[in-house]
């Protein structure tokens, strides 16, 4: 046994270790809730604090603390002291006047992150609404979320991908697996590193507390622990078809390459647009047909680079099928597009058109490269002309670099919602649910920001029995800008809600929401709330 | 954008008008236990229409009703269980009216006109509070307004669009 293949093997006991301890952590039963803060929540304050304070039900420690200036932008607050179940922090100094929100998230003893928010001003609230909860970028942790996904890509498509190449093509060599293997134990390293990273960023949490088991389980918990299993499972059907010769590794080696189809199609943008029919089969194509083309260039470069004497003949075979994988793909590949951006401006308009901009930039001289590979330089190849040879070495590395460039290119999408993703969180609805002793309601605004807008309002009683209203009216209100009662009855279209069809509101903020339910003729109930309005 | 202000302000507009037509008691003082002469002043339709019926709902404490009889309008005596026994003058008394309903005139809303009846007050009121009389004022086409409102602790009738019309209670001289 070598070195690297001992090391891989301690490699993966380890990973399977954490892995099976992760999923054998139990959901518990309560959670710490917090029983008081300093600043209390939307008080007005006369100086800047020199210090916060949470006090919990139980001792907690603490993930993420933000402070979120009025200007939107959020600080990290990393100095803090745990005293009983109160958590003291010292506040930034020179905080100017204005509203603040204290953004928290805490594990309990039991093992569960809470979070939450209180906002308070200092000298008088800002002019503006108080700014909502703010994106803070936390680039160590976007960086290595980012290389985490790079490595994932490698391993999946040049190493799980080699390894089917060299069982079902040829072209196997001492090089090949060296370089094959490399690529599965960094893939190895990647997936599961991935999940802790999910977690940070789901928790919002800095790498330092990448140690937290909670920031584990937070990550195994979100779409991406399905990928993380079957990627990881695909990586080790790609070690195993190494070892092995003849049909179990032919055998093996495709369950690798089905699998890393189905560990994309799992997970991701792309996997959750509708219809799922259509994306999810159309991910997996797009991955296989990835794994099937970037599977080649190592194995058929080490081929050229070493002069393999049947480098020629897997360059032929190869040759034969590859058209099959790149039409799969890339017909996939431009569906996948057209859901995703939704229009023709999304290209340049959006993040993520930007991104699948530069990748169409960087597949062009990819093509372009295998094409001149197949028309021009495969059959002098493999009549042994020598400088066609030299010719055809050169452009499968470049192949090499530019397929890695564009897994790089691929892991930004990470970040970048995909514009149907946009245009859907645009048309979500605003929702609140209003509970009193009387009577409770959820009222539903959709979609909820500014705009032309449809109501819909439950109303049940206040220990959640049938509450068969006579009638109910939607009042409107936002003080902050004049805007006085917009009053509104509902109607019963016959599935139990109240309605309010035309309706619209013409600013974005926090309005003012009563409904006003007609218990019986002598008998009003009034609840109120207040509903953030988006632009 | 433009348009979408106007019909905000067309709404504003249309929003405030309901709110200023109560409907008030007359004497707005009684003592307990004693016998009130409860007089309601009906000084509008709804939004406009005119007013065809007029229901009272009677709070619980208060017995003995007897609504005035009224020229033009029939009087309905919805009669029902009271939640506890009341002592009218050392006579037991456990049901009664619990609303009455004038029906069948048309009070235009340009005009006034008054609705009353007598009522026990009894000792189970408690005195320095507001005894509040609910009343549902029906239209034509539908329309009504529900002065049905009761002030929550701490908050006066003026806290309120649609108010019910109330009687301070203070103790028998
Ligand atoms: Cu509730």
């Not at chain 1, 308009?349 to 001289?365: E, S």
């Not at chain 1, 805007?483 to 016959?494: D, M, Q, S, V």
């Not at chain 2, 235009?108 to 408690?126: I, N, P, Q, S, W």
Request: proline share 6%.
């Amino acid at each position: 046994m070598t070195a690297i293949a001992r090391a891989t093997r301690a490699m993966l006991f380890a990973a399977l270790l954490g892995i099976a301890s992760l999923l054998q952590m139990q959901a518990a039963f309560a959670h710490a809730s917090l029983i008081g803060v300093e600043p209390v929540d939307g008080s007005v304050i006369a100086a800047a604090p020199a210090s916060f304070s949470l006090s919990f039900s139980e001792p907690t420690s603490p993930l993420s603390l933000k402070l979120i200036g009025p200007g939107g932008a959020a600080t990290a607050l990393d100095r803090y002291a745990l005293r009983d179940a109160t958590l003291d922090i010292v506040a930034p100094g020179g905080l100017a006047n204005g509203t603040y929100v204290l953004s928290w998230r805490v594990v309990s003893e039991d093992g569960h992150p809470v979070g939450g928010s209180s906002v308070f001003s200092i000298g008088a609230p800002s002019a503006n609404a108080p700014p909502s909860e703010a994106e803070l970028v936390d680039w160590p942790v976007r960086i290595a979320i980012w290389l985490a996904r790079l490595g994932t890509y490698v391993g999946l498509f040049l190493g799980v991908g080699g390894a089917f190449f060299l069982h079902w093509i040829g072209g196997r060599s001492r090089t090949a697996t060296y370089f094959g293997t490399a690529s599965l134990s960094l893939g190895l390293v990647a997936v599961p590193v991935s999940i802790g990273l999910q977690g940070l960023d789901a928790l919002g949490a800095s790498l330092s507390v990448l140690s937290d088991p909670i920031v584990w389980k937070t990550g195994f918990g979100t779409s991406l622990g399905s990928l993380a299993s079957l990627a990881f499972a695909a990586l080790l059907c790609g070690l195993l078809a190494f070892r092995l010769n003849g049909l179990g590794g032919r055998v093996i080696s495709l369950i690798g390459l089905l699998l890393v189809g189905a560990a994309l199609a799992a997970s991701g943008h792309a996997s959750a647009a509708h219809p799922q029919w259509l994306t999810r089969p159309a991910v997996f194509l797009h991955a296989v047909g990835i794994a099937f083309w970037a599977c080649a260039l190592i194995p058929l470069a080490v081929a050229f680079v070493s002069r393999s004497a049947d480098a020629p003949m897997v360059l032929r075979r190869f040759s034969k099928v590859v058209p099959l994988a790149v039409l799969s793909l890339v017909a996939a590949g431009l569906l996948l597009g057209v859901i995703q951006l939704g229009s023709i401006d999304a290209l340049w308009r959006t993040a993520y058109g930007v991104v699948f901009l530069v990748k169409l930039a960087l597949l062009v001289p990819l093509f372009a490269l295998a094409a001149v590979n197949r028309v021009w330089l495969t059959t002098p190849a493999e009549q042994g002309d020598a400088r066609a040879v030299l010719r055809l070495r050169r452009s499968i590395l470049a192949e090499i670099a530019l397929v890695v460039a564009i897994f790089a290119v691929a892991g930004a999408w990470r970040f970048t919602p995909p514009p149907r993703a946009l245009a859907m969180a645009a048309a979500a609805p605003a929702s609140i649910h209003i509970h009193t002793e009387k009577a409770m309601a959820d009222l539903t605004i959709t979609p909820g920001r500014a705009g032309p807008v449809r109501a819909s309002i439950v109303v049940m009683t206040g220990d959640f029995g049938p509450l068969d209203a006579k009638a109910v009216t939607l009042v409107l209100s936002n003080p902050s800008v004049g805007i006085e009662a917009i009053r509104r009855p509902a109607t019963k279209p016959g599935d139990g809600t109240w309605h309010v069809d035309e309706l619209t509101l013409p600013v974005s903020g926090r309005w003012t929401a009563r409904i006003d339910i007609l218990v019986s003729d002598f008998d009003l109930v009034k609840l109120e709330d207040t509903i953030d309005i988006r632009p | 954008m433009k348009k979408s202000i106007l019909s905000a302000v067309a709404l504003l507009a249309l929003g405030t008008t309901a709110a200023s037509a109560h409907i008030t008691l007359e004497t707005q003082e009684a003592q307990v236990p004693s016998t009130y002469k409860a007089v309601f002043r009906v000084g509008h339709g709804c939004e406009g229409k005119p007013t065809i019926k007029v229901r009272v709902q009677i709070p619980e404490g208060v017995i003995a009703v007897k609504p005035q009889p009224k020229t033009g309008w029939t009087i309905e005596k919805v009669k029902g269980k009271y939640e506890k026994s009341y002592d009218y003058y050392g006579t037991p008394t456990t049901e009664g009216v619990k609303e009455i309903v004038w029906s069948g005139g048309s009070l235009a809303d340009d005009e006034y006109d008054e609705f009353v009846l007598r009522a026990y007050l009894t000792g189970d009121l408690k005195v320095d509070t507001t005894l509040y009389f609910p009343v549902v004022q029906e239209c034509t086409d539908g329309a009504a307004e529900r002065w049905i409102e009761i002030p929550a602790a701490g908050k006066v009738a003026d806290d309120y669009e649609t108010p019910a019309p109330g009687v301070k209670l203070v103790p028998k001289k």
